[in-house]
């Protein structure tokens, strides 16, 4: 037996919190909203993509964030998007280097932990 890929993850999201939800991910993150199958449509929460990345979010009630566990993003400008964040008023952290890769972590609207990742000798801009 072997793994073959990853074909989704899952983060909890507060109840009541779709519309946040879609401003950093869909917004800020670049993610898009994937139609889910009709027998879940009508849940809250909701299903999303970018590149071979998807992402389902689901409401815990009640909601505990997901402070360790946590997805690790490679993104292509690690400082941009570090910025954008910053500027939508969330923190972002700096993280060691780690295997070729500058880190650096944030939060989502709900407290889950978010790491981005870029390689070393990918990134243009002045740390």
Do not use: C
């Not at 879609?22 to 993610?31: I, N, S, T, W």
Request: charged residues 25%; aromatic residues 10%.
């Amino acid at each position: 037996m072997t793994i073959l890929s990853l074909q989704h993850f899952n983060l909890p999201i507060a109840p009541g919190g779709d519309k946040l939800a879609r401003e950093f991910y869909v917004d800020l993150l670049g993610f898009e909203e994937v139609e889910r199958p009709e027998s879940i449509r009508n849940r809250p929460g909701g299903w999303f993509s970018v590149g071979s990345i998807n992402l389902h979010l689901s409401v815990q009630d009640p909601f505990v964030a997901n402070k360790v566990g946590h997805p690790a993003f490679v993104v292509d400008d690690i400082i941009k998007l570090a910025q954008r964040l910053r500027d939508a008023d969330y923190e972002v952290s700096d993280d060691a280097t780690f295997i070729g890769y500058i880190r650096k972590t944030t939060h989502d609207p709900f407290g889950n932990r978010i790491e981005l990742m870029q390689p070393e000798d990918m990134v243009q801009h002045k740390l």
